[in-house]
């Protein structure tokens, strides 16, 4: 089996590490906080103390960080970056969500020094990571990508889409989390005003539940925001965070997205009210207490 390294151990990359760890493969994984790493190394993975130790010999080395800052130190940090540590026949995979411009940049970086790369963000949440119903946008080489495809199906991919170019699969994920975000602050905006005209949750609910309006995903997060259940899963900070990137990366190719600036902006209102650690759902409270 391959030897992986898995940069970041968040709720994500934890989740990808086990996944990879019961596929037996040999784990290497790096975390800011060492700490977090206890649980996976208890499952037989290794612990580095840098990206660049992470690296070192790995076949493919997968990053899950929060942001561009933090996926660009990971990879080129001058003294720890993990790109310097690659060997010629290893594969470097980010599956963060970020922002293209920088994707596309550190593709560069990588192409230069004769690394193959994929840009592979994923769509799902920690329950289809722990059970292996993720979907990959992958952007990048074909060829690179058969070299990849049976460690991103152990990591927990169920389906792993083709989009075209590096950079062209982060652009999807960007409008993958608008698309939902924007359906998410709507249904909690339209929740909260029926709610004011004397209609529970319960009974909207019923009612547009049974519409083709709603999507499955939409769905699922009516049930979260009817059962006032907002444990983060997608946490707001970050959805805030997808927005703001996703904007960020239409305007640098002159093309607008006033919808979702919008909505990015009620979200940034959520976080300035508290609610940056709650689920996406959780903007259901910050609507009713603008409304109050």
């Not at 040999?26 to 992470?54: D, H």
């Not at 608008?178 to 009612?207: M, N, P």
């Amino acid at each position: 089996m391959s030897r992986i390294a898995v940069l970041g151990t968040g709720a994500m990359g934890s989740r990808i590490a086990q996944n990879l760890l019961n596929a037996q493969h040999s784990v290497v994984v790096y975390n800011r906080t060492a700490e977090r790493v206890q649980p996976l190394m208890q499952q037989g993975a290794k612990f580095a103390a840098t990206p660049r130790t992470a690296a070192a010999e790995a076949d493919i080395v997968i990053s899950m960080v929060t942001d561009d800052q933090a996926s660009r130190s990971v990879w080129l940090d001058a003294d720890a970056g993990a790109a310097a540590a690659l060997s010629e026949a290893a594969i470097a995979i980010e599956s963060s969500t970020l922002t293209v411009e920088w994707v596309k940049e550190l593709d560069g970086v990588l192409h230069q020094q004769g690394t193959a790369f994929l840009d592979a963000p994923m769509v799902g949440s920690r329950p289809q990571a722990e059970v292996g119903k993720l979907t990959y946008l992958v952007g990048g080489d074909a060829a690179t990508l058969a070299r990849s495809q049976a460690v991103l199906s152990d990591a927990g991919a169920a389906q792993v889409y083709t989009v075209g170019a590096v950079g062209q699969g982060t652009a999807m994920k960007l409008a993958v989390n608008a698309l939902f975000g924007i359906q998410v602050a709507a249904l909690a905006e339209v929740l909260t005003v029926l709610a004011q005209q004397g209609l529970s949750h319960d009974a909207a609910l019923a009612c547009l539940g049974e519409l083709p309006i709603m999507s499955p995903a939409v769905k699922l997060a009516a049930e979260l925001m009817r059962a006032n259940n907002h444990a983060p899963l997608f946490p707001i900070a970050l959805v805030e965070k997808d927005f703001r990137y996703g904007v960020q990366s239409a305007q640098a190719v002159n093309a607008a997205m006033p919808i979702a600036a919008a909505v990015g902006e009620v979200y940034r209102v959520a976080i300035a009210q508290g609610y940056a650690d709650d689920n996406i759902t959780g903007i259901m409270q910050s609507l009713a207490t603008n409304s109050g």
